[in-house]
Structures are given as C-alpha cells and as structure tokens.
C-alpha cells in the first residue's frame, strides 16, 4: 500500500534560515507526490507536485522538493524562511489503482522573529 | 470561476441529529473528495467519487453517506451525529485523481 510519513510535527525555524521538512513515501510504482500548504483557517492549496518530469520540483513561494528514489524521501525546503511561511504542511501521495489520495500528518511550521 | 463551495462554515449539532453538508465546483472536475480533519491526524478520506453517479469508500467511512448526481455537487450526510464526528471537513475537486486537487474553505461541525 503507498503511504507518506512526515518526519515531526512541529518545526520552528528563525526568520532568514533554512526550511526543510521531511516527506518519505512508500510506493512499489512511480509514485505521484505533492506538497500542500495551509494557512490558519483555511483550506489546503498546492505548493507544488512530482510527476516524474524532473526530478528537482520548484513551487510557489520560493520552495522546492527533490525527488530521491534511493532514498523515498521528497522534502521541502526554502533558502529563506519568511514569517509569512508559518503554517501548516502536508505531503501526500497519488495511490496509484486505488483513486485515493493519502496524506501525512502535516508538520507545523513556526517562524521566529 | 467560484471554485469549490462549501457551506455551512460552522454548524453545532445535537447527538444523534442528521445532516447534510454541501460542496459544489464549477471547474468541471471529475474527481471529488471528502476529508476529515483532526489535530495530529491530518486529512483522512472519508468518501470520494471519480464522476456523476459513482462514489466509493476513503479510509474512515462509517456514519456518513454521499451521492453524485451532478458533476459539480457531492454532498456529505451525517446520518446520525456522533460527538466523534467533531471535525473539520473539507471538500476537494480535480481534473483527474492524481492531478491537484482544489480545496472547499472548510465546515467546522461540533456534535455535542
């Protein structure tokens, strides 16, 4: 069965240092990926999507994702965090024969000033 | 183009009490879904429907039904409200299953 684990729930980053949060996905075929943001009180919009094109994903907002076969991980990050980036993340996956999305557990994003 | 369309935003039941919340898109879309949200959980499929006239089971199910007669409207019903389906819903819609899905603003239910 495909299935993505977020790795931590919570993740406090300062103002201006790296994000990266953790997506690992167990698929036994090509898997289609996806990155979604969600801002308090509202619903969830697409950062950005694997579809096997290219290895290296490039979202809105300045993030991006690396696909790594070797290693079924497809984490997010951003050079830069800015407090606007506080919100909650969640990877999922396309199960591929079941027409069902599956999504992790999402991970809290803090941004300090 | 609205988007998809959830309404109530928030609505307080009584055990036991029916009910039917309602998603609509107008983009056309196949593919329409139906979420929970609870704290550490994060979404989990309750039903979804791949066109007009077929729907399936997601991963949690039980207590609530749906239907697809139109493209553009899949509503859930609570058959009879439980405390436990206190929740966040979210309805979803997309071009095909494994492309992006287009999320409702969300229905807070709280079932005392």
């Known amino acids: 069965a495909q299935s993505v684990t977020q790795l931590g729930s919570h993740v406090s980053v300062s103002e201006g240092a790296l994000v990266l949060l953790r997506c690992n996905y167990s698929s036994s075929v090509p898997p289609y990926l996806f990155w979604y943001v969600q801002y308090p009180n509202q619903g969830l919009q697409l950062l950005l999507k694997?579809?096997?094109?290219?290895?290296l994903v490039k979202g809105i907002n300045g993030f991006e994702a690396e696909f790594k076969k070797s290693e079924t991980s497809f984490h997010l990050t951003k050079p830069s965090a800015h407090m606007s980036d506080a919100a909650e993340y969640f990877c999922?996956?396309?199960?591929?024969?079941?027409?069902?999305?599956?999504f992790g557990t999402g991970t809290r994003l803090k941004v300090l000033a | 183009n609205a988007g998809v369309t959830q309404t109530p935003k928030f609505q307080v039941l009584k055990t036991g009490q029916s009910m039917t919340l309602q998603c609509a898109q107008d983009?056309?879309?196949?593919?329409m879904s139906w979420y929970r949200q609870d704290p550490g959980m994060g979404l989990r499929l309750i039903h979804y429907s791949v066109g007009a006239g077929i729907t399936d089971q997601g991963e949690v199910p039980n207590g609530y039904n749906v239907s697809r007669s139109t493209t553009e409207d899949f509503p859930l019903r609570l058959l009879s409200a439980a405390p436990s389906q206190t929740s966040v819903y979210f309805c979803a819609s997309g071009r095909g299953g494994q492309e992006t899905q287009y999320f409702g603003p969300g229905t807070r239910l709280l079932v005392l």
């Open positions: 999922a996956v396309w199960a591929s024969g079941t027409y069902k999305y599956i």
């Open positions: 983009m056309n879309h196949e593919y």
């Open positions: 694997y579809t096997s094109a290219a290895t």
